[in-house]
T-cell receptor
Framework: QKEVEQDPGPLSVPEGAIVSLNCTYSNSAFQYFMWYRQYSRKGPELLMYTYSSGNKEDGRFTAQVDKSSKYISLFIRDSQPSDSATYLCAMSAHNYGQNFVFGPGTRLSVLP | DTGVSQDPRHKITKRGQNVTFRCDPISEHNRLYWYRQTLGQGPEFLTYFQNEAQLEKSRLLSDRFSAERPKGSFSTLEIQRTEQGDSAMYLC?????????????FGPGTRLTVL
C-alpha cells in the first residue's frame, strides 16, 4: 500500500460543477496537508495549506482534513475550464519540505 | 519574473552521457529542494539545501547524482553516466522558513529524456 493514494482520474465535469478531489493516507503521524495544482508541463503551484483536522476556505476552494479517517478533500466550487489541471495532495508529519509525501495526482478536465 | 527558474527546460541525451541542470530560486529564499517526477506520479524528494549546506539526501539519489549550491544562491544537479531510468521531470523548489511555515514554490522543471 502506498503511503498516499489518490484516484488518478481523469475526472471530467461540466463548467460550473462542484468538484471533489480526495486523498487517503496511511501514516497517522501526518499533520500538515497541502493541495497543489499542476498544469501540463509546469511545476506544481500551492493552492491550500492546512494543519491538523478541520476546514479551510479560500475563494472557490475548500480543503477538508479528517485525521480520524486519514482522508483529505479539496472542493472546487463553480469550476472553470481554467481549473483543468492535475491536483496533487501532499502531506507531512513535520513542517519541513524534505518530509513532504506527494500523492500521484488526479487529472481534472472542466468542459465548457 | 521573480519566481523559480530552471534551465534547460528540456534535455535529450544518450545513455552514458553526463547532464547538468540549473535552478535559480526566489532571491531571498534560504531553502532549495530538488525533486524528481515521473509520468503519473507526484514529485519525489531528492535533496535539499539550507543556504549553501546540503542537509539531506534521499536514498533515491544514487552516487551518480550530485547537487551543489555554491554561495547559497543558484543550485546545480548533475547526473553522471545517465541511464534510461533517469528519464523524468526534475523539479526545483525554494522556500523561506518563516514562523515555522515551509511554503515551497516550484519552478517549471527540466524534462530529461535519456535515449
Amino acid at each position: 500500500q502506498k503511503e498516499v493514494e489518490q484516484d488518478p482520474g481523469p475526472l471530467s465535469v461540466p463548467e460550473g460543477a462542484i468538484v471533489s478531489l480526495n486523498c487517503t493516507y496511511s501514516n497517522s503521524a501526518f499533520q500538515y496537508f497541502m493541495w497543489y495544482r499542476q498544469y501540463s508541463r509546469k511545476g506544481p503551484e500551492l493552492l491550500m495549506y492546512t494543519y491538523s483536522s478541520g476546514n479551510k476556505e479560500d475563494g472557490r476552494f475548500t480543503a477538508q482534513v479528517d485525521k480520524s479517517s486519514k482522508y483529505i478533500s479539496l472542493f472546487i466550487r463553480d469550476s472553470q475550464p481554467s481549473d483543468s489541471a492535475t491536483y496533487l495532495c501532499a502531506m507531512s508529519a513535520h513542517n519541513y519540505g524534505q518530509n513532504f509525501v506527494f500523492g500521484p495526482g488526479t487529472r481534472l478536465s472542466v468542459l465548457p | 519574473d521573480t519566481g523559480v527558474s530552471q534551465d534547460p527546460r528540456h534535455k535529450i541525451t544518450k545513455r552514458g552521457q553526463n547532464v547538468t541542470f540549473r535552478c535559480d530560486p526566489i532571491s531571498e529564499h534560504n531553502r532549495l529542494y530538488w525533486y524528481r517526477q515521473t509520468l503519473g506520479q507526484g514529485p519525489e524528494f531528492l535533496t535539499y539545501f539550507q543556504n549553501e549546506a546540503q542537509l539531506e539526501k534521499s536514498r533515491l539519489l544514487s552516487d551518480r547524482f550530485s547537487a551543489e549550491r555554491p554561495k547559497g544562491s543558484f543550485s546545480t544537479l548533475e547526473i553522471q553516466r545517465t541511464e534510461q531510468g533517469d528519464s523524468a521531470m526534475y523539479l526545483c523548489a525554494s522556500s523561506l522558513i518563516l514562523g515555522g511555515t515551509d511554503t515551497q514554490y516550484f519552478g517549471p522543471g527540466t524534462r530529461l529524456t535519456v535515449l
